[in-house]
């Protein structure tokens, strides 16, 4: 017999990656009043801003580098 150790570790990723997507699609489908949270929770301002911020230089740096770079290079 030939070891089969590729197909049993790509057995047990399917069967991992199929446990984590049956719980995800669990907790979609779920009905509407089984788990409402009670309170939610509230972001402190200064966390939201410094997001916010990180956010918008990611989205600027990734779709126009080049401005980004010829703005800082002179």
Same mark, same amino acid.
């Given at each position: 017999?030939?070891?089969c150790?590729?197909?049993?570790?790509?057995?047990?990723?399917?069967?991992?990656? +199929?446990?984590?997507? !049956?719980?995800? %699609?669990?907790? #979609?489908?779920?009905?509407?009043?089984?788990?409402?949270p009670?309170?939610? @929770?509230?972001?402190?301002?200064?966390?939201? +801003?410094?997001?916010? !911020?990180?956010? %918008?230089?990611? #989205?600027?740096?990734?779709?126009?580098?080049?401005?980004?770079?010829?703005? @800082?290079?002179?």
């Amino acid at each position: 017999m030939r070891p089969c150790g590729w197909r049993s570790s790509w057995a047990l990723n399917a069967v991992i990656g +199929l446990v984590y997507y !049956v719980r995800l %699609a669990a907790v #979609l489908f779920r009905p509407a009043g089984a788990h409402a949270p009670e309170e939610t @929770a509230r972001t402190p301002w200064p966390a939201a +801003l410094a997001l916010t !911020v990180a956010t %918008a230089l990611g #989205l600027l740096l990734g779709l126009a580098p080049q401005t980004v770079l010829s703005l @800082a290079g002179g």
